[in-house]
Protein backbone atom coordinates (compact mmCIF):
# COMPACT_ATOMS: atom_id res chain seq x y z
CA UNK A 1 0.00 0.00 0.00
CA UNK A 2 1.40 3.05 -1.07
CA UNK A 3 1.35 5.57 2.05
CA UNK A 4 3.17 8.75 1.54
CA UNK A 5 3.95 10.80 -1.24
CA UNK A 6 6.51 13.65 -0.28
CA UNK A 7 9.23 13.40 -3.53
CA UNK A 8 8.35 11.84 -7.28
CA UNK A 9 10.38 8.94 -6.09
CA UNK A 10 8.82 7.95 -3.42
CA UNK A 11 6.54 5.61 -5.85
CA UNK A 12 8.31 3.06 -7.69
CA UNK A 13 8.70 3.57 -11.72
CA UNK A 14 5.22 0.44 -11.54
CA UNK A 15 3.38 2.65 -9.40
CA UNK A 16 3.41 5.61 -11.43
CA UNK A 17 2.80 3.61 -14.21
CA UNK A 18 -0.69 2.28 -12.91
CA UNK A 19 -1.32 5.48 -11.58
CA UNK A 20 -1.07 6.56 -15.47
CA UNK A 21 -3.03 3.45 -16.59
CA UNK A 22 -5.82 4.47 -14.36
CA UNK A 23 -5.79 7.85 -14.61
CA UNK A 24 -6.24 7.26 -18.67
CA UNK A 25 -8.55 4.86 -18.26
CA UNK A 26 -10.66 7.91 -15.97
CA UNK A 27 -9.95 10.41 -18.33
CA UNK A 28 -11.60 8.21 -20.89
CA UNK A 29 -14.05 6.61 -19.04
CA UNK A 30 -15.20 9.25 -16.58
CA UNK A 31 -14.12 9.19 -12.88
CA UNK A 32 -15.96 5.87 -11.70
CA UNK A 33 -16.77 6.44 -7.92
CA UNK A 34 -15.87 3.71 -5.60
CA UNK A 35 -18.22 2.62 -2.83
CA UNK A 36 -15.18 1.54 -0.82
CA UNK A 37 -14.36 5.17 -0.80
CA UNK A 38 -17.31 6.06 1.20
CA UNK A 39 -15.66 5.25 4.13
CA UNK A 40 -12.83 7.20 3.57
CA UNK A 41 -11.80 10.79 4.30
CA UNK A 42 -9.64 13.37 2.94
CA UNK A 43 -8.17 16.79 4.38
CA UNK A 44 -7.28 18.93 2.17
CA UNK A 45 -4.79 21.38 4.52
CA UNK A 46 -3.18 24.40 2.65
CA UNK A 47 -0.46 27.00 4.17
CA UNK A 48 0.14 28.89 1.08
CA UNK A 49 -2.10 30.00 -2.16
CA UNK A 50 -3.21 27.74 -4.37
CA UNK A 51 -6.08 27.62 -7.27
CA UNK A 52 -5.37 24.60 -9.57
CA UNK A 53 -4.00 22.05 -7.61
CA UNK A 54 -6.37 22.81 -4.21
CA UNK A 55 -9.37 22.79 -6.40
CA UNK A 56 -8.40 19.97 -8.52
CA UNK A 57 -7.63 17.87 -5.47
CA UNK A 58 -11.18 18.93 -4.33
CA UNK A 59 -12.92 18.18 -7.71
CA UNK A 60 -10.93 14.62 -7.79
CA UNK A 61 -12.77 13.74 -4.70
CA UNK A 62 -15.97 15.23 -5.58
CA UNK A 63 -16.11 12.55 -8.93
CA UNK A 64 -14.40 9.59 -6.57
CA UNK A 65 -17.44 10.23 -3.81
CA UNK A 66 -14.89 10.76 -1.40
CA UNK A 67 -15.66 12.96 1.79
CA UNK A 68 -13.61 15.81 2.31
CA UNK A 69 -12.97 18.49 4.16
CA UNK A 70 -10.92 21.69 2.84
CA UNK A 71 -9.02 24.03 4.83
CA UNK A 72 -6.83 27.19 4.32
CA UNK A 73 -4.49 28.09 7.02
CA UNK A 74 -4.45 31.98 7.14
CA UNK A 75 -6.27 35.29 8.32
CA UNK A 76 -9.52 32.99 9.31
CA UNK A 77 -7.92 30.10 10.92
CA UNK A 78 -6.20 30.39 14.57
CA UNK A 79 -2.94 30.92 12.58
CA UNK A 80 -4.67 34.59 13.01
CA UNK A 81 -4.26 34.22 17.18
CA UNK A 82 -0.83 33.14 16.53
CA UNK A 83 -0.69 29.36 16.36
CA UNK A 84 2.32 28.12 14.64
CA UNK A 85 1.53 25.67 11.41
CA UNK A 86 3.19 22.55 13.42
CA UNK A 87 0.30 22.61 15.93
CA UNK A 88 -1.93 23.71 13.52
CA UNK A 89 -0.72 20.38 11.25
CA UNK A 90 -0.69 18.12 14.51
CA UNK A 91 -4.70 19.54 15.11
CA UNK A 92 -5.43 18.50 11.82
CA UNK A 93 -4.10 14.83 12.06
CA UNK A 94 -5.97 14.20 15.37
CA UNK A 95 -9.19 15.45 13.40
CA UNK A 96 -8.59 11.83 11.91
CA UNK A 97 -8.76 11.72 8.14
CA UNK A 98 -7.17 8.55 5.89
CA UNK A 99 -5.15 10.97 3.81
CA UNK A 100 -3.96 14.64 3.89
CA UNK A 101 -3.55 16.34 0.69
CA UNK A 102 -0.91 19.27 1.81
CA UNK A 103 0.71 22.28 1.15
CA UNK A 104 3.49 24.00 3.08
CA UNK A 105 6.37 26.74 2.37
CA UNK A 106 9.83 24.59 3.21
CA UNK A 107 9.11 24.24 6.89
CA UNK A 108 11.54 21.77 8.79
CA UNK A 109 8.92 21.43 11.70
CA UNK A 110 6.03 20.67 9.42
CA UNK A 111 8.17 17.56 7.95
CA UNK A 112 9.30 16.65 11.62
CA UNK A 113 5.38 16.13 12.79
CA UNK A 114 4.64 14.15 9.48
CA UNK A 115 7.90 11.99 10.34
CA UNK A 116 6.09 11.63 14.22
CA UNK A 117 2.99 10.38 12.53
CA UNK A 118 3.95 7.38 10.13
CA UNK A 119 0.49 6.13 10.60
CA UNK A 120 -0.85 9.09 9.04
CA UNK A 121 -1.26 9.15 4.70
CA UNK A 122 0.34 12.44 3.05
CA UNK A 123 0.47 13.82 -0.62
CA UNK A 124 2.43 16.84 -0.85
CA UNK A 125 0.72 19.32 -2.98
CA UNK A 126 3.67 21.53 -2.96
CA UNK A 127 6.75 21.92 -0.09
CA UNK A 128 8.24 25.59 -0.72
CA UNK A 129 10.62 25.11 -4.16
CA UNK A 130 11.71 21.62 -2.68
CA UNK A 131 9.22 19.32 -4.25
CA UNK A 132 5.70 19.17 -6.22
CA UNK A 133 5.12 15.47 -7.12
CA UNK A 134 1.83 15.74 -8.49
CA UNK A 135 2.24 19.06 -11.06
CA UNK A 136 5.38 16.71 -12.74
CA UNK A 137 3.55 13.45 -13.14
CA UNK A 138 0.47 15.34 -14.33
CA UNK A 139 3.08 16.98 -16.98
CA UNK A 140 4.48 13.83 -17.48
CA UNK A 141 0.70 12.19 -18.08
CA UNK A 142 -0.09 14.82 -20.19
CA UNK A 143 2.78 14.63 -22.99
CA UNK A 144 2.64 10.88 -22.56
CA UNK A 145 -1.44 10.68 -23.57
CA UNK A 146 -1.94 14.17 -25.40
CA UNK A 147 0.92 14.28 -27.85
CA UNK A 148 2.00 10.43 -27.47
CA UNK A 149 5.48 11.27 -26.47
CA UNK A 150 7.52 8.47 -25.11
CA UNK A 151 10.33 8.82 -22.55
CA UNK A 152 13.33 8.44 -25.15
CA UNK A 153 11.65 11.23 -27.24
CA UNK A 154 10.56 13.38 -24.76
CA UNK A 155 13.22 16.68 -24.28
CA UNK A 156 11.35 18.84 -21.72
CA UNK A 157 13.06 22.60 -21.80
CA UNK A 158 12.22 24.03 -18.34
CA UNK A 159 13.37 27.90 -17.96
CA UNK A 160 12.68 30.94 -15.69
CA UNK A 161 13.66 31.39 -12.11
CA UNK A 162 14.63 28.46 -11.57
CA UNK A 163 16.29 28.46 -7.97
CA UNK A 164 12.78 28.91 -6.81
CA UNK A 165 11.09 26.32 -8.99
CA UNK A 166 9.71 23.27 -6.89
CA UNK A 167 7.95 21.99 -10.69
CA UNK A 168 11.40 21.93 -12.10
CA UNK A 169 13.06 20.17 -8.85
CA UNK A 170 10.64 17.64 -9.06
CA UNK A 171 11.24 17.17 -12.75
CA UNK A 172 14.39 16.88 -12.19
CA UNK A 173 13.78 13.30 -10.40
CA UNK A 174 10.77 12.63 -12.18
CA UNK A 175 13.13 12.60 -15.22
CA UNK A 176 15.83 10.14 -13.99
CA UNK A 177 13.36 8.64 -12.28
CA UNK A 178 11.07 7.92 -15.39
CA UNK A 179 14.02 8.01 -18.16
CA UNK A 180 12.69 11.49 -20.28
CA UNK A 181 15.21 14.44 -21.21
CA UNK A 182 15.39 17.16 -19.51
CA UNK A 183 16.91 20.63 -20.00
CA UNK A 184 17.22 23.97 -18.04
CA UNK A 185 18.00 27.51 -18.61
CA UNK A 186 18.11 29.80 -15.71
CA UNK A 187 17.66 33.74 -15.68
CA UNK A 188 20.49 35.61 -15.07
CA UNK A 189 20.88 34.86 -10.49
CA UNK A 190 18.26 33.04 -10.73
CA UNK A 191 20.37 29.56 -11.54
CA UNK A 192 19.77 26.27 -8.97
CA UNK A 193 23.20 25.12 -7.39
CA UNK A 194 25.58 23.29 -9.06
CA UNK A 195 25.67 20.81 -5.75
CA UNK A 196 21.79 20.16 -6.19
CA UNK A 197 22.62 18.95 -9.93
CA UNK A 198 25.59 17.00 -8.92
CA UNK A 199 23.76 13.80 -8.88
CA UNK A 200 21.29 14.51 -12.19
CA UNK A 201 24.27 14.20 -14.93
CA UNK A 202 21.41 13.82 -17.53
CA UNK A 203 19.87 17.18 -16.97
CA UNK A 204 21.18 19.03 -20.06
CA UNK A 205 22.19 22.21 -18.67
CA UNK A 206 21.71 25.26 -21.26
CA UNK A 207 23.10 29.02 -21.02
CA UNK A 208 22.05 30.15 -25.01
CA UNK A 209 18.68 30.41 -25.34
CA UNK A 210 18.52 29.60 -28.68
CA UNK A 211 20.41 26.11 -28.11
CA UNK A 212 17.96 25.44 -25.60
CA UNK A 213 14.75 25.89 -27.83
CA UNK A 214 16.34 24.46 -30.55
CA UNK A 215 16.82 21.11 -28.90
CA UNK A 216 13.47 21.05 -26.95
CA UNK A 217 10.13 19.85 -27.99
CA UNK A 218 8.56 20.94 -25.04
CA UNK A 219 8.57 24.27 -23.73
CA UNK A 220 7.76 24.90 -20.05
CA UNK A 221 8.45 29.14 -19.37
CA UNK A 222 8.00 29.86 -15.31
CA UNK A 223 7.08 32.87 -13.58
CA UNK A 224 9.42 34.51 -11.40
CA UNK A 225 8.02 33.22 -7.85
CA UNK A 226 8.70 36.82 -6.28
CA UNK A 227 6.52 35.06 -2.98
CA UNK A 228 9.81 32.81 -2.36
CA UNK A 229 12.48 35.65 -3.09
CA UNK A 230 14.67 37.35 -0.45
CA UNK A 231 12.73 40.69 0.49
CA UNK A 232 15.70 42.50 -0.52
CA UNK A 233 15.71 40.75 -3.76
CA UNK A 234 14.24 42.22 -7.21
CA UNK A 235 15.12 40.14 -9.77
CA UNK A 236 13.58 39.76 -12.82
CA UNK A 237 13.76 37.13 -16.03
CA UNK A 238 16.17 38.59 -18.50
CA UNK A 239 15.03 37.06 -21.34
CA UNK A 240 12.07 37.97 -23.61
CA UNK A 241 8.44 36.28 -23.09
CA UNK A 242 8.15 32.95 -25.40
CA UNK A 243 6.99 33.98 -28.66
CA UNK A 244 5.76 32.65 -31.91
CA UNK A 245 9.26 33.19 -33.22
CA UNK A 246 10.47 30.88 -30.55
CA UNK A 247 8.53 27.84 -31.76
CA UNK A 248 8.63 25.23 -34.31
CA UNK A 249 5.52 23.55 -35.40
CA UNK A 250 6.29 20.52 -33.73
CA UNK A 251 7.06 22.30 -30.33
CA UNK A 252 4.92 21.57 -27.32
CA UNK A 253 4.08 24.58 -24.84
CA UNK A 254 3.28 23.91 -20.94
CA UNK A 255 2.95 25.91 -18.23
CA UNK A 256 2.24 24.63 -14.08
CA UNK A 257 0.51 28.02 -13.75
CA UNK A 258 -0.34 30.36 -12.51
CA UNK A 259 1.15 31.91 -16.09
CA UNK A 260 1.89 35.48 -16.60
CA UNK A 261 0.55 36.47 -20.09
CA UNK A 262 3.09 38.55 -21.69
CA UNK A 263 5.45 38.36 -19.22
CA UNK A 264 6.36 34.40 -18.88
CA UNK A 265 4.79 34.00 -22.53
CA UNK A 266 2.43 35.98 -25.24
CA UNK A 267 -0.72 36.16 -24.32
CA UNK A 268 -1.98 34.50 -27.70
CA UNK A 269 0.07 31.95 -26.92
CA UNK A 270 -1.83 29.91 -24.49
CA UNK A 271 -4.57 29.34 -26.13
CA UNK A 272 -2.47 28.34 -29.69
CA UNK A 273 -3.16 25.01 -30.80
CA UNK A 274 0.73 23.88 -29.67
CA UNK A 275 -0.25 24.47 -26.18
CA UNK A 276 -1.04 21.79 -23.82
CA UNK A 277 -1.29 24.37 -21.13
CA UNK A 278 -5.35 23.60 -20.87
CA UNK A 279 -5.24 19.89 -21.14
CA UNK A 280 -2.61 20.30 -18.22
CA UNK A 281 -5.54 21.51 -15.86
CA UNK A 282 -7.98 19.01 -16.66
CA UNK A 283 -5.68 16.32 -16.39
CA UNK A 284 -4.88 16.99 -13.09
CA UNK A 285 -8.31 16.02 -11.92
CA UNK A 286 -8.01 12.86 -13.47
CA UNK A 287 -3.78 12.15 -12.49
CA UNK A 288 -4.95 13.25 -8.62
CA UNK A 289 -7.93 11.09 -8.74
CA UNK A 290 -5.84 8.26 -9.57
CA UNK A 291 -3.16 8.84 -6.99
CA UNK A 292 -6.17 9.24 -4.42
CA UNK A 293 -7.79 5.93 -5.70
CA UNK A 294 -4.34 4.02 -5.21
CA UNK A 295 -3.44 5.62 -2.01
CA UNK A 296 -6.56 4.71 -0.64
CA UNK A 297 -7.42 1.63 -1.87
CA UNK A 298 -3.92 0.12 -3.45
CA UNK A 299 -5.25 -0.38 -6.91
N1 LIG B 1 0.75 24.68 -10.45
C1 LIG B 1 0.27 25.02 -9.24
O1 LIG B 1 0.70 24.49 -8.22
O2 LIG B 1 -0.69 25.99 -9.26
P1 LIG B 1 -1.50 26.52 -7.98
O3 LIG B 1 -0.51 27.27 -7.12
O4 LIG B 1 -2.60 27.38 -8.53
O5 LIG B 1 -2.01 25.31 -7.25
Redesign the pocket.
Known amino acids: MLSNLFLSTDFSQKNWQSIASLAAQFRNEGISPSSNLKNKKVGILFFE??????WSFEKACLDLNLPYMSSQVDGTSSKSKGEIDADTLQLYIELGFDLIVMRSAEDISLQRVVQQNPQQKFINA?FGSLA?PT?AFLDYFTWTYDCGLKPQDTKLLILGDLKHSR?ARSHIRLSKHLGYGLGLLASKGLEMTQSELEDYSHVKIFEDRNEALNWSNLVMPLRVQKERHDKDQSLTIDFPPLSYKDLRLDHHIMH???FMRGSDLESDLVSDKRSLIFKQKRNGVFCRAAILNMMLLGG
Open positions: PSSRTKGHQVPGP
